[in-house]
C-alpha cells in the first residue's frame, strides 16, 4: 500500500485532483467529509462540541450550526484548539479504518487541506501538493466562488504559505494551465504513484 498526502491552498484546484486521482484507481479519503461525519447529529463529536461550547452550536433541527462554531473559533485561538481536539483526533481514527478496509496494494489518497498546518507529512509515503501562485489562488476565489478579495487575501493568509507547502513536497502538481493540462500531469502523477506502490514505501524521494 501506498499512502499519499495530498493538500493545496484554498482555490488550488486540490478537490479537481483527488477527484481524478479516485477516477483512476486511487483510494480516496476526504478528511472535510469525516469532519462533516464526525460530528454528525447524534454522533459523540457533537456530543463534545456541545460540552465545549454549549447549545448554541445546535441548528433547530439538532445539528452542528458551522457558521455559528465559526463565528466562536475564528479569531480565538483558545477554541480553534479545543475545536480540533475534539474533530482531529477523531477524523484520523476513521481514516485509519477506511485505509485499513483497502486492498494490499492499494494507492491511498489522504485530502487533507491543512496537512502542512496540522504537520501531518511525515505520517505519508509521498506527500502529493497542488500548486498555483497567489495570484491565480485570488482570481479563482474572487471570481468563481464570489469573494471579495479582501475575504479572499485572508482565507490564503490563514492558510500555510505556498512556500511551506512547496517544502514538504514530493510531488508537485501546477494547476494554474488548463484542464487539459492538469489532466496530463494527474496522468502523468498516477503512473509514478503506481511505480512507488509497487516498490513499497521505503521509494519516497
Partial sequence: MLRVGLT???GAGKSAVAARL???GAVVIDSDVLAREVVAKGTDGLAEVMKAFGDGVLTPAGELDR???GRIVFGDEAARRTLEAIIHPRVRARAAEIEAAAPVDAVVVHDIPLLVETGQADR???VLVVDV???V???RLTTQRG???AEARQRIASQASREDRLAVADVVVDNSGTLADLGRRIAEVWDGLQARA???PDTKG
Fill in 22 to 24: 479516485g477516477e483512476l
Fill in 124 to 126: 505519508f509515503d509521498v
Fill in 147 to 149: 469573494m471579495a478579495e
Fill in 8 to 10: 493545496g491552498g484554498i
Fill in 137 to 139: 489562488q485570488l482570481e
Fill in 67 to 69: 457558521p455559528a462554531v
Fill in 133 to 135: 501562485p497567489v495570484d
Fill in 198 to 200: 509497487g516498490h513499497g
